[in-house]
């Protein structure tokens, strides 16, 4: 049987102190283990800093090593760079081992990397894992049958240190309560232009009710109190979202648990209510922008009356919202951005999100740039510099960046007030509550 090393590299970037990990490797490890082989560890180096030693002696080890590519958009920052530098540091001191480069990344630049043994993308890897290692035949192909998603086994949570699990990464103490990541679907069939996510994942794959329920149910076992639901959109099937929330209500599955979803706008009144009784604290909104003509180039169909409406409905009854926002659409003026962050005032969030417009590869706005433009590029940012709009990127920074202190000034004592009527939005350590407390103010809901 082989013994196989799971690599997340470093970042070009580190994270900030949101929770998060590779759920792609994790799922890797239950197929590899359930097949009979062994995993002998998860390195992450955007959570944990590793010495040469220790990552030395984890190789030596090892029959298989299997390296994840990661894409721009889910970190911030693509690790690309620092894998396949990693990969070649390997191969020249450890010429035996075999190494497999997988990742998101790969989907989006189909490639051979330079001394990795095998080039596979996350979008297959899963289906071929173990004819890599053993010359089995392929795992499962949920990509060509919705219901087969089913087989997929639960990620291989076990790998995960009590610092990762805690919320601990290279900026950012340990101070959640047992925390993790659950991923219900996968994919996300809106028309939004700016969307990376297609460029992996053109289908909508989704985990049956009873699949959910059931790992839910194991991470309320294992004792699992703050829950992050990864889909790219858990609300993409409304229907289904309100299924999963009944039964988690049903069988008092949720009970102890605070878990965050992110929603691209496609909700309704009774999901809320639903929301609020599955113990759901965090809801995340894409909004992007509260003018029309914006909000047409992003293909983004969205009523942002109605999200208003159903925002303010949350916060009655105790939810917390998040609104992303998007600067620096090709038509963007200074009124339409000062629009956009009235919108956000007027709308009863509790934290935003302002990012620059960033087309990305995999992204409908990035394949319509001319090749001269984005050459080589894995993105690029939407700014004068680049010729995509009349603001300097400087410029958008700055715009972003006094804004969100002019919210969060704006939102302090109502913050304040809500946390004490309906508690955290996550759950911390008890051993640093004092702390939490002190910074609380300034720490992002999700």
Sequence with gaps: MASVLLIYPKPEKDKDARFGFSLNLLYLSSIIKNAGHSVLNYLDFSLQHYSHDELNSNIVKSDFIIIELDAFSLKRSSNANNAESLIKQIKENFPSKVIIASGYDLALFPRTVKCADFSISSGQIENKILELIDGSKIYCNYNKEIRSFDKLPLPDRSLLSNFIEHGGNNS?????????????????????????????????????????????????????????????????????????????????VSETMKISCSSWSKIDKEFLDLAKLANISIISFGIESANSEILDFYKKKIDIEEIQYLINCADKIGLYTIGNFIIGAPMETKHTIENTFKYALDTAFDQVNIKILNYMAGAELFANLPMEIKKNKRHLFACKENGLNKFWFSELIEKANIFKNQFNISREKKLKYKMELFGTPYEIQKTHNKKIQRTQKAAPLI
């Design 172 to 252: 950012h103490p340990a101070n959640l309560a047992k925390s993790t990541l659950i991923q219900t679907s996968r994919g996300c069939l809106n028309s939004c232009t700016f969307c990376q996510r297609k460029g992996w994942q053109k289908k909508f794959v989704s985990h049956s009710v009873d699949y959910v329920v059931s790992e839910f149910q194991y991470l309320q076992e294992q004792s699992y109190k703050n829950i992050w639901i990864a889909d790219d959109n858990f609300t993409f099937n409304l229907g289904r979202s309100k299924k999963i929330l009944k039964s988690l209500i049903d069988g008092n």
